[in-house]
């Protein structure tokens, strides 16, 4: 399955470019919240990227933008689904009713972003928390592999808004130092960051027909889910590592061959050695010598964008041969026994890597992404 175009906005600013900048550097891009008054609330720091348009106008930039990379026509885009992965949008839940009910009754946002950018195929939209974009690249990469369809385009989007900061400052799971230190001892929790990517999935000989080449190749997926709790992920990981031994086996592959892990990483109490948990049982011994970091620690917690988000950065650390900073750790935590990424990691070209993501509920994701060749 070959990735043909990505395109990313964040708080590092537009462009891979300007990610791949942060996340190797460990620089993180949080600062002072300015879209909202922050005064009643414990935290005021996100990762904003300061005058950032609309979410439907990001959005459509960015599948512009991984659609004109991937060389798509406009027969092409015409035969394409969109498959968009979107938190709610503030401004269209405050609309006038009859407003709200004619958009969504001309299928929503996916549908009027789908006519802006000319993509003319089926369209989904996803809207389960953390693992929404990496959903919707497992359902793209199983509509291609079926034969339904040549290629699809996901896309996601979140901006900070004041209802999300809101909620996730009441359940203190803001860090209120500011800082977002995955795995770390003394890790606060997580902070909230704009993220709009959009990837371009295609069939190999489709590809390969149109003279595009692979930015990299998405060579096993898998999900799970373990119902645990409605917050809190399954202590043992169990969802975590049956989601990774799920993409390790489609893609016939031997935990061994993993030479990067990006974890979800939220720097919360819970999560973290969850997570940790579920590499151990999904890798054995190898979970321990694995490079593994988290780039929330860079660009903040994208919520419904994060899938789509790690895996461009996923997808830039396989092609640079550099590996993200797991930014703000301070020391380590014995229930969190994993290889991290430190300051100044030296040159690393592995040949696969993991994305993981992980969501409220108990649903688990993991993208399993190969380098390309060329």
């Known amino acids: 399955m070959a990735i043909t175009g990505m395109a990313v906005t964040t708080a590092a600013g537009r462009g891979t470019a300007a990610l791949a900048e942060r996340i190797f550097a460990g620089r993180p891009a949080f600062g002072p919240v300015s879209r909202f008054d922050t005064g009643r609330y414990r935290v ?28 798509l026509t406009g027969a092409d885009r015409a035969a394409c689904p969109l498959l968009l992965a979107a938190h709610r949008d503030p401004d269209f839940a405050r609309l006038p009713a009859a407003q709200r009910d004619a958009a969504l009754a001309r299928d929503g946002h996916a549908g009027a972003l789908a006519r ?23 359902d793209a990469a199983a509509m291609i592999t079926s034969g339904r369809v040549d290629r699809a385009v996901v896309a996601a989007g979140y901006l900070v808004s004041e209802d999300d900061f809101a909620l996730f400052d009441a359940g203190r799971a ?31 000989p489709a590809a390969t027909g149109r003279g595009t080449p692979a930015l990299a190749r998405l060579a096993g997926w898998g999900r ?26 489609r893609a016939g592959l031997r935990p061994a061959d993993v030479g990067y892990v990006n974890a979800h990483g939220t720097a919360t109490p819970a999560n973290d050695p969850a997570e940790a948990a579920g590499l151990l049982l999904a890798l054995g011994g190898h979970a321990g010598k694995v490079p593994v970091s988290s780039t ?19 997808v830039l650390a396989l092609r640079d041969g550099r590996l993200p900073v797991n930014a703000g750790f301070l020391e380590a935590d014995p229930h969190c026994p994993l290889n991290l990424v430190l300051d100044d990691p030296p040159q690393h070209r592995p040949k696969y890597a993991l994305s993981l993501n992980i969501a409220f509920g108990g649903a688990n994701t993991a993208l399993l992404v190969e380098r390309s060749a060329a």
């Open 296 to 314: 929330k620690s860079v660009h903040g917690h994208t919520l419904e964008a994060a899938g789509l988000v790690e895996l461009v950065a996923t």
């Open 224 to 249: 799970a889910g373990d119902a645990y709790h409605p917050c809190r992920p399954r202590p043992a990981g169990t969802g975590t590592g049956r989601a990774v031994t799920a993409a390790l086996r």
């Open 174 to 204: 803001l860090a209120a130092d500011g800082r977002v230190r995955p795995f770390s001892a003394g890790r606060g929790g997580l902070l909230l960051g704009d993220g709009v990517a959009a990837v371009v999935l295609e069939a190999e």
């Open 44 to 71: 005021g720091v996100d990762a904003h990227l300061p005058g950032a348009g609309s979410l439907f106008d990001e959005l459509a930039a960015v599948v512009e933008d991984a659609c004109s990379a991937a060389r």
């Open 116 to 138: 802006r950018t000319g993509l003319g195929g089926p369209l989904r939209t996803y809207v389960t928390a953390c693992v929404s974009a990496s959903t919707a690249v497992a």
